[in-house]
């Protein structure tokens, strides 16, 4: 086995895994800017932040529904590096529009941006996957996708913690104009637009993919397109297992992040700072996860530990139900800041909750993504991940209305977190069929 963290010091490897860091960081810098402004400036009811998350959530998925199929079959039929650089192109600009939303500040901007980077990320996604093998060995592919969703979580990790130090600057510094005060809108606008830079000369040193073999021709309907790619890939039963698990997989997690900032301020009764940190907290398990499964691997590809992986999730989410049900928050519309909640009882119990609800979740999908870019050949793997990107985003759809629902209902965002945990056990019998065809 190679030491997966040797791929960083090689070119066929380290451009990509910087890119999709920084896009993965400026992503996430901008949503929680606009999430966390929208939640604690914006809106004082608990239904409509739940309902603003959702939409802003639903946006951001929409393209990944409509679109994958596009841009499987555009990274099966060109350079997957040419189009990496074309979309890094597009990001300034998106940028440019994102950068006008903090600035104003103007939640329409905002949400026109944040559809505009759910495009980006729908052309993106299947490359990040699909270029693995092509430039790795076959034994480097497990260490190589665990590199690449490590690095993400990573750059979610530190956009989130820039996204809610530009936040409690703005809420802790003086009085708020819009949600960004004085230069920490200018800050967050500059940045953003800085960063966006950066990954499109990270991306211009790519080294080349070209496509394998004849060059299909591409379909322009997305919907005849979607319909054909997912029926094209769902009949191999590997696939269609391990696509299945991942989209339960971001299910929970799309409840689990659409929840997030209401409970933290409704429930927890907490600032910020403390979204942020649990936010934070959730990418570094993930990241944990995703190493600790390729040692225990030793970079075979192999289903074995998923369903064990996403019972102990699902265990976990119990936990933390279990201490958020219980937390007693401040009356009177007062808030915790980071430091006293952090010094309080149940703090640490809660946190270590959520830790290793991500970090079992992380150790549960990486293994299923090399899956989908190992199970079948080269030429067709950006289709395949296109699939899962399809079948995902409308799983996650799924989920958001469904939590949508349960709150129109009357079901606290709290509560939902048990139908989190009822989708683990869901998830586990997947897995394990995967487990058994397969290992």
């Given at each position: ?140 592919v497990l260490g190589g ?115 997030f900032p209401p409970i ?176």
């Amino acid at each position: 086995m190679k030491t997966s963290l040797r791929l960083l010091a090689r070119r066929r490897f380290l451009p990509l895994f910087v890119t999709q860091l920084l896009g993965a960081f400026n992503d996430n810098l901008f949503k929680q800017a606009m999430i966390l402004f929208v939640t604690y400036q914006v809106y004082s009811d608990p239904l409509q932040e739940q309902w603003f998350n959702a939409v802003a959530t639903g946006l951001f998925i929409l393209p990944f529904f409509l679109l994958s199929a596009l841009s499987g079959q555009l990274a099966d039929a060109r350079d997957k590096a040419q189009i990496i650089r074309w979309v890094k192109t597009a990001e300034i600009f998106i940028m440019v529009v994102g950068a006008a939303g903090l600035l104003l500040p103007s939640v329409p901007l905002m949400l026109v941006a944040v559809l505009a980077m759910g495009v980006h990320s729908t052309f993106f996604g299947p490359i990040k996957y699909a270029i693995l093998p092509q430039h790795l060995q076959a034994d480097e592919v497990l260490g190589g996708t665990g590199l690449v969703e490590a690095g993400t979580y990573i750059a979610i990790l530190a956009g989130t913690i820039a996204a809610g130090a530009l936040g409690y600057f703005a809420h802790y510094t003086g009085p708020a104009t819009g949600g960004l005060i004085g230069g920490t809108g200018e800050v967050a606008a500059v940045l953003v637009l800085a960063i966006a830079i950066l990954g499109w000369l990270s991306g211009r040193q790519v080294p080349s993919a070209p496509p394998i073999g004849d060059r299909h021709p591409i379909d322009l309907n997305v919907f005849s397109s979607s319909w054909r790619l997912i029926s094209n890939t769902m009949h191999i039963p590997r696939l269609f297992l391990a696509i299945c698990s991942i989209s339960f997989f971001w299910t929970i997690g799309s409840v689990l992040f659409i929840e997030f900032p209401p409970i933290v301020k409704n429930v927890l009764t907490a600032d910020e700072g403390v979204t942020s940190l649990l936010l934070s907290i959730f990418s570094v398990g993930v990241a944990i996860g995703s190493i600790a499964i390729n040692r225990l691997l030793k970079g075979h590809v192999s289903a074995k530990f998923a369903p064990i992986s996403v019972i102990a999730m699902g265990g976990f989410v119990i936990a933390f139900w279990f201490s958020v049900r219980g937390w007693h928050g401040l009356p009177d519309g007062r808030l915790y800041d980071f430091w006293s909640f952090v010094s309080l009882p149940g703090a640490p119990f809660l946190l270590g909750s959520l830790l290793f609800v991500a970090i079992s979740g992380g150790m549960f999908v990486v293994p299923l993504y090399a899956f989908l870019t190992t199970t079948v050949d080269k030429s067709e793997t950006a289709r395949t991940v296109a699939a899962n990107n399809i079948v995902n985003s409308g799983a996650m759809v799924i989920g958001a209305a469904f939590a949508m629902g349960l709150s129109a209902a009357g079901v606290s965002a709290v509560d939902q977190l048990l139908m989190v945990a009822a989708m683990c056990l869901v998830s586990a019998w997947l897995a394990q069929k995967l487990h058994l065809a397969c290992d």
